[in-house]
């Protein structure tokens, strides 16, 4: 048996008490209170309730091995990132990966792959394969049904897959931005119970007066926490914490679900009602099984110096450290195996494919700033050109999408907000379907950038003054093999560059991989040109 002195933190009696836990074969045997020297505090651990690992652009492995540092005893995920690309063989992948990860991986089901009608992906999960995963009892949740007008028409796909969860007895998580009134009854009534897409209060009561759960989401491009950060003192019992995507740079310095908890300690709300919705609720939301910090759990809870900045000392799972700060392990036993695992199909694009005439108004994506909102604004040049490059004196650059499943030409528009001088960046990030996307003030730049990313397979790249830099991502375009703080050191020297040409966004390249999300308003690029959410449909179709 082993005994764990400490401050105990006991979040269901909502008290602190010295005392011990006794652990044996994994299982809390008791918690005794008795006085100990220890000054540390033992509580339970901290669980990010909807994360897609794929965008920290590390496998499942390297990603536990960064987030355990930080207090994180398990995830629930969405691989939907490579459901895009790989279809059933990607989240399979995951799956596997995931067993050599320290902490407790629990997955979803990606529900929308691809995500709407209008996307081109690498390959699709139907409600068929929807039904045979379900069926196995390795996942949680249905994951987040972003296709809202699927929905609430009852399309016979999307309904076939809601109730192939049902029938197994999976949550089902939303995705359903700004919706509200009787369709957001509609949609909650088909038995979807969480959903992490609200920017605003308002929305946010809206739909827990629907019947369901908030998640709070603070990740590197998309930052709800300020917006929505009442809830914890409103609904303690309805709200969960999760970062949904985040970059390993960001992990790594700014912290994961430890960063919205003291934030939140930071904002004087009740240390209780945090730990709570830090852990707690999505342990019984999800019914994962992951130990609370009582008599009988699994021995699952962290060690932490104090409970304002919460340096995390030790992480016990199933009873077994994980973790001990003490010993500095960075956890490379070994180099990184090799990983084949990829879908990528486009040859070299030729400079001549980025021309873009224009002689009158213009609608151009115009981003919100923390936000992977957009709005539409007109934009009216000067003079009529046979190929507008850009206009940096009104922060107008050229924003390029190519189907890298296929070959073709490029869908090529305009965008305002990434405050480029010069220069250009791109990615094969770039959600959903992660094709490619770049943006630049000049179609030189544009077509190295491009050409970087297609010559390697994927990856995140920038162009500027004749010099291209690239970090590889092999595992389907997206994913690294390398340790979290080699990837980390990668990503920021590439983001520097960008800074370097003038963009001030906190995760450029996060920003860039959502301009072309058909399912968050109100306007993005995709593979017929400007979509406009709100109408659901292509703009050159609607005009």
């Given at each position: ?101 320290p902490i407790k991986t629990f997955f979803s089901i ?177 019914k994962l099984d992951v130990g609370q910090l009582r008599?009988?759990d699994n021995a699952d809870f962290i060690v932490v ?239």
């Amino acid at each position: 048996m082993e005994r764990i002195e400490g401050k105990i933190v006991d979040v269901h009696g909502r008290e602190i008490f010295e005392g011990t836990v006794e652990v044996e074969n994994g299982v809390i045997t008791g918690i005794k209170r008795q006085p100990t020297v220890a000054k540390c505090y033992i509580i339970p651990g901290f669980i990010d309730s909807h994360v897609h690992i794929e965008s920290s652009m590390l496998t499942p492995q390297h990603f536990g091995q960064l987030v355990i540092k930080q207090g994180t005893v398990a995830v629930v995920t969405d691989p939907h990132e490579i459901a895009n690309v790989m279809g059933v063989k990607g989240i399979e992948f995951m799956q596997e990966n995931s067993k050599q990860s320290p902490i407790k991986t629990f997955f979803s089901i990606p529900s929308c792959v691809p995500a709407t009608p209008f996307d081109a992906s690498g390959d699709t999960v139907s409600a068929e394969d929807t039904e045979r995963l379900a069926a196995t009892g390795c996942f949680v949740a249905l994951s987040e049904v972003m296709n809202v007008p699927a929905v609430l028409a009852h399309d016979k796909e999307m309904t076939a897959k809601l109730d192939a969860a049902k029938k197994h007895n999976l949550l089902i998580d939303g995705h359903a931005p700004g919706l509200g009134g009787k369709d957001l009854a509609v949609y909650a009534g088909c038995g979807i119970s969480a959903d992490h897409e609200c920017d605003t209060l308002k929305e946010a009561e809206e739909k827990i007066g629907a019947g369901m759960d908030i998640q709070i989401r603070e990740g590197s491009a998309a930052q709800n926490y300020e917006a929505l950060k009442p809830l914890i003192r409103m609904y303690p019992d309805k709200v969960m914490f999760c970062t949904d995507d985040s970059h390993p740079d960001d992990l790594l310095e700014l912290g994961h679900i430890n960063k919205l908890v003291k934030r939140a300690i930071a904002d004087g709300f009740d240390l209780f009602d945090v730990l709570k919705i830090a852990s707690v609720n999505a342990i019984n939301h999800y019914k994962l099984d992951v130990g609370q910090l009582r008599t009988g759990d699994n021995a699952d809870f962290i060690v932490v110096d104090n409970l304002k900045t919460f340096d995390v000392e030790k992480v016990f799972i199933n009873g077994v450290i994980q973790y001990d700060a003490a010993l500095n392990d960075d956890s490379r036993q070994s180099s990184p195996e090799r990983i084949t695992l990829n879908n990528f199909v486009h040859d070299n694009v030729d400079i001549s494919a980025f021309k873009k005439p224009v002689s009158k108004t213009e609608k151009v994506i115009s981003l919100i700033p923390d936000e992977l909102l957009t709005t539409i604004y007109d934009y009216t040049p000067l003079a009529a050109t046979g190929n507008l490059e850009s206009d940096t004196e009104n922060d107008i650059v050229k924003i390029v999408y190519i189907n890298r499943y296929a070959n073709g030409a490029p869908q090529v528009a305009f965008c305002k907000g990434f405050h480029l001088k010069h220069g250009a960046f791109g990615s094969s990030v770039a959600h959903d379907s992660h094709n490619i996307i770049a943006v630049g003030c000049n179609d030189s730049d544009l077509q190295s950038v491009v050409n970087a990313v297609i010559e390697h397979n994927g990856g995140l790249a920038v162009s500027d003054a004749g010099k291209t830099d690239i970090l590889p991502l092999p595992i389907g375009g997206i994913m690294s093999n390398g340790y979290g703080g080699d990837v980390a050191s990668d990503y920021r020297k590439i983001c520097t560059r960008v800074r370097e040409m003038g963009c001030g966004l906190h995760a450029p390249f996060m920003t860039l991989s959502f301009m072309s999300l058909l399912v968050i308003p109100e306007v993005k690029l995709g593979e017929k040109g400007l979509f406009s959410y709100s109408h659901f449909n292509w703009l050159s179709e609607i005009e």
